[in-house]
Nanobody, 115 residues
Framework: QVQLVESGGGLVQPGGSLRLSCAAS????????MGWYRQAPGKQRELVAT???????NYADSAKGRFTISRDNAKNTVYLQMNSLKPEDTAVYYC?????????WGQGTQVTVSS
């Protein structure tokens, strides 16, 4: 069974930082691209950042220059370092991977940016 478990969310002030983690099991982690997505209340889920199995990264325009996605294949974990957080970054953040034709999602972790 593929399982993705996110952690690291919380309440942070504008300008602050958080690091999200997503621990994966049930897949050969080093062979899989991973992604972070987010969904704010009343909005569609959107891409934040992706990282290939080779380490190439891609970011949404809203994340460029502030967020960094990385992976540790020894720990089967993907990270999202978020700096200079803004209130509009408030959302539930989800980790995603794909195996075959199917997408797998974690349960999400809430990030709230507020003073």
């Amino acid at each position: 069974q593929v399982q993705l478990v996110e952690s690291g969310g919380g309440l942070v002030q504008p300008g602050g930082s958080l690091r999200l983690s997503c621990a994966a099991s049930g897949i050969i982690f080093s062979s899989h691209a991973m992604g972070w997505y987010r969904q704010a209340p009343g909005k569609q889920r959107e891409l934040v950042a992706t990282i290939t199995n080779g380490g190439s990264t891609n970011y949404a325009d809203s994340a460029k220059g502030r967020f960094t996605i990385s992976r540790d294949n020894a720990k089967n974990t993907v990270y999202l370092q978020m700096n200079s957080l803004k209130p509009e970054d408030t959302a539930v953040y989800y980790c995603k991977t794909t195996r075959g034709w199917r997408n797998y999602w974690g349960q999400g972790t809430q990030v709230t940016v507020s003073s």
